[in-house]
């Protein structure tokens, strides 16, 4: 079947470590997003790429990085910079506008950082 | 300011009633699209409907339906014959600049926790 995985579904980290969360899709989706998702709070972009070796910053990048060597691949690294990193973490995927618009969800990574 | 509004953090109805959440924008766009997704406790999100700014019509899918008023900027969603299953987070989310083709991110409001109650 199609969609979107993201790996572990649940990750602890102790303060100071960087950590990775994998995000993969098997859509042929040209764009691929990381959200960030607090307690009672709707998502916030942290970065999105539209194609392959490229990405931007979304409204909260500060303390993550994203590589997209791969089509299908987009992982999203919390770096120890980032204050607050304990969250929901989202991963969603687009196809080319004149199909749909809607983004496709991943099942998340819930990261706790002690 | 806020480019996506909920205003009603939880909402209650009764096991096959209808229900409106409600969802305003802000946008000086011409081309944009309007979305909502579920997120139920386990956390994924689930694209219920959309809306462009351009169709004529209100979207509808199955029992979801999108009340779309341009001149207010709102894009409510109506749920017909509630079910206990529909019990979750729902989240009305923006795309501004449709017409240019490029990947550009949803923004998201704050979301209206519903409970459907037998």
């Known amino acids: 079947d199609g969609g979107i995985t993201q790996s572990p579904k649940y990750l602890f980290r102790k303060e100071g470590q960087n950590v990775t969360l994998s995000c993969e899709q098997n859509?042929?989706?040209?764009?691929m997003y990381w959200y960030r998702q607090d307690p009672g709070q709707g998502l916030r972009l942290i970065y999105y790429?539209?194609?392959?070796?490229?990405?931007q910053k979304g409204d909260i990048a500060e303390g993550y990085s994203v590589s997209r060597e791969k089509k299908e691949s987009f992982p999203l690294t919390v770096t120890s910079a980032q204050k607050n990193p304990t969250a929901f973490y989202l991963c969603?995927?687009?196809?080319?506008?004149?199909?749909?618009?809607?983004?496709?969800f991943g099942p998340g990574t819930r990261l706790t950082v002690t | 300011a806020q480019k996506i509004t909920q205003t009603q953090p939880g909402m209650f109805v009764q096991e096959k009633e209808a229900v409106t959440l409600d969802c305003t924008y802000d946008?000086?766009?011409?081309?944009?699209?309007l979305f909502w997704y579920k997120q139920p406790s386990s956390g994924e999100m689930i694209f219920l409907i959309y809306?462009?700014?351009?169709?004529?019509q209100n979207a509808t899918e199955g029992r979801y339906s999108l009340n779309f008023q341009k001149a207010r900027k709102s894009a409510n969603l109506v749920i017909s014959a509630s079910q206990l299953g529909d019990s979750a987070m729902y989240f009305c989310?923006?795309?501004?600049?449709?017409?240019?083709?490029?990947?550009?991110?949803?923004?998201f409001g704050s979301g209206t926790q519903l409970t459907v109650l037998p």
């Open positions: 969603a995927s687009k196809g080319r506008d004149g199909g749909s618009y809607e983004q496709y």
């Open positions: 859509l042929n989706h040209d764009a």
């Open positions: 790429s539209q194609i392959v070796n490229d990405f």
């Open positions: 946008t000086s766009d011409p081309s944009y699209g």
């Open positions: 809306q462009g700014s351009y169709d004529q």
């Open positions: 989310a923006m795309r501004e600049g449709l017409s240019s083709g490029s990947a550009r991110q949803l923004t």
